[in-house]
């Protein structure tokens, strides 16, 4: 299987690399070889060819889904379009989904989806068949459904393709009520919920927030608390790394850095983000932003550009051993799925940089899919029961102070603390709070074991933790 990896003069694959930083945790944990040996591997892989009629002539599409643990159910993780896919990829993300569901609490075995197309080279109408043909083999062979097997989007894929599996499927399983929680990342008026297509990239933003609100490790870094003018670069401005950049930028952090496919641009002064997707959409390239004082061709520079805060939000392995040491940010924070290899990873332990690992830092995305997932087995649009009662009481409540001290609220007070919530509010509050609580499990951990000395080998122990235990409890069947 040639892997990316192995291009680069790796002699191991993307799914072993996820592999060695599990055994680097493993011995931290209480369980038995073959306990550990259970959750590292992938249970299920269903590999498939099937023909699509493009331009009049049959097509072989090649095209994976795979579940790596079926610890809980269902499983989740996204479907990938891109020319890189290939097994080895979608087992290493379908294994990253299991570690990342358990760091965030989020009850679901992990599982991952590629198509292996470049969507670029397709209409919208030869996408919409390869997509509705690959759910139509994930129907056939039961590896999709709201309790077995549940995608969403990932690189390549949106709203759109969502749309069109959720239709493949309740075609071919009418009646089914619970339909729609089969896949997630829906267009709302298909049952998606509010806050989903931005969830990883203000994910992210939590978990890089809460990482700097600690004075103790934002000492040891020589930085101060806080997101206020810190320094940030984004590698990839796809929909995590433009959500992600956008939110840093709102809360007062500097865009010193942003790339895409074609090149990167610089401003230690800060680009505006909006401003750069406007260009780029205009006139097809962020090169052509007037707002830069730097730009050059390749994508990977930004990622050893002068920052504080560098975020990769595109694809695995960008941040390797020949780049590692050239790395000037104190913070990586892990937008994209394995962005860094193990050798990476060591090269940046040892020069005191912070790496806030994939596994929990872009899994708001899984986070907001988990509550559209629970809001299509409600049927029922979250704050539709509470909001009027809410804001019915806050006024009450209000009234009752003012007539007390005799003293009134101004209008736009009132307004701001009557307000019940709506769906967005609630699904950016669950976020909010999964990210921060999440962060803190992980930050124990490192801390009571002081032979870790990074958070990626701590988010692995508390996810075999958790995951072990499952099995425990499950019971092995015998
Ligand atoms: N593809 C996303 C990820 O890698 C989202 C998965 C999901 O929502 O199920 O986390």
Known sequence: MATKKQAVGHEYSFFQSVERSFDKAAPFTKYEKGLLEQIKACNSVYQMRFPVKIKGEVKVIEAYRVQHSHHKLPC??????????????????????????????????????????????YTEEELERITRRYAAELIKKNFIGPGTDVPAPDYGSGEREMGWILDTYTSMRPGEIDAAGCITGKPIAQGGVRGRKEATGLGVFYGVREMCSNADDMKKLGMNTGIEGKRVAVQGLGNVGYHAAYFFQQNGAIIVGLSEMEGSIFN?????????????????????????????????????????VLI????????????????????????????????????????????????????????????????????????????????????NMLS?????????????????????????????????????????????????????????????VNAINKIGDSYLQLGIFP
Request: net charge positive; with cysteine.
């Open 400 to 460: 009752a102070v003012e007539s007390l001290t005799g003293k009134s609220v101004s209008a736009a007070d009132r307004s701001r603390i009557a307000h019940g919530p709506d769906e967005v509010d609630l699904v950016y509050s669950g976020l909010e709070d999964t990210m921060i609580v999440s962060y803190n499990e992980i930050r124990e951990i490192k801390k009571s074991m002081k032979k870790i000395n990074d958070l990626r080998t701590a988010a692995f």
């Open 312 to 395: 990769p939000a595109a694809l695995e392995n960008v941040i390797d051993g020949a780049n590692a040491p050239k790395i000037k940010a104190k913070i990586i924070g892990e937008a994209a799925n394995g962005p860094l290899t193990p050798e990476a990873d060591e090269i940046l332990i040892k020069k005191g940089v912070v790496v806030i690992p994939d596994m929990y830092l872009n899994a708001g995305g899984v986070t907001v899919s988990y509550f559209e997932w629970l809001k299509n087995l409600s049927h029922v649009r979250y704050g539709r029961m509470e909001k009027r009662f809410q804001e019915n009481a806050h006024t």
């Open 76 to 121: 989740k993780g996204g479907i990938r379009y891109s020319l890189g896919v290939n097994q080895d990829e979608v087992m290493a993300l379908a294994s990253l989904m299991t570690y990342k569901c358990a760091t965030v609490n989020v009850p679901f075995g992990g599982g991952k989806g590629g198509i292996k197309i470049d969507p670029k080279q």
């Open 268 to 308: 230690p002064k800060g680009l505006d983000v909006d401003a750069v997707m406007k260009c780029k959409k205009e006139t097809g390239s962020i090169l052509n932003y007037k707002g830069a004082t730097k730009t050059t061709k390749k994508a990977s520079d930004v990622l050893e550009c002068d920052c504080d």
